[in-house]
Nanobody
Framework: VQLQASGGGLVQAGDSLRLSCAAS????????MSWFRQAPGKERGFVVGITRSGGRTYYGNSVEGRITASRDNTKNTLYLQMNSLKSEDTAVYFCAARNGVFAYRPVQYTYWGQGTQVTVSS
């Protein structure tokens, strides 16, 4: 499956932003999807994941309550709604797909989007 992330940009602290990840090439609903992020000098970390049906989401410790993941299997698209953004949310955000049940670790994901930069100014 090919993934194309979009929607990043430069925003101010407290703003909201919605990222999208468009999938193509395979049956989107066969894949568990997650968002990861990587700040300069840091490892790629888990942000939020969503099951194949979209019925359940899993959140990283630092984002729950401010970030929501959703998916539209009819549009083959994954979304990341981020509210009350903080400077520490600055990172490149990656969407990733895994054929099968949900998993937390980046190494468990086979397909990756190219990443979209989110910069939050304080």
């Amino acid at each position: 499956v090919q993934l194309q992330a979009s929607g990043g940009g430069l925003v101010q602290a407290g703003d909201s932003l919605r990222l999208s990840c468009a999938a193509s090439g395979r049956t989107f609903s066969d894949y568990s999807m997650s968002w990861f992020r990587q700040a300069p000098g840091k490892e790629r970390g888990f942000v939020v994941g969503i099951t194949r049906s979209g019925g359940r989401t899993y959140y990283g410790n630092s984002v729950e309550g401010r970030i929501t993941a959703s998916r539209d299997n009819t549009k083959n698209t994954l979304y990341l709604q981020m509210n009350s953004l903080k400077s520490e949310d600055t990172a490149v955000y990656f969407c990733a797909a895994r054929n099968g049940v949900f998993a937390y670790r980046p190494v468990q994901y086979t397909y990756w989007g190219q990443g979209t930069q989110v910069t939050v100014s304080s």
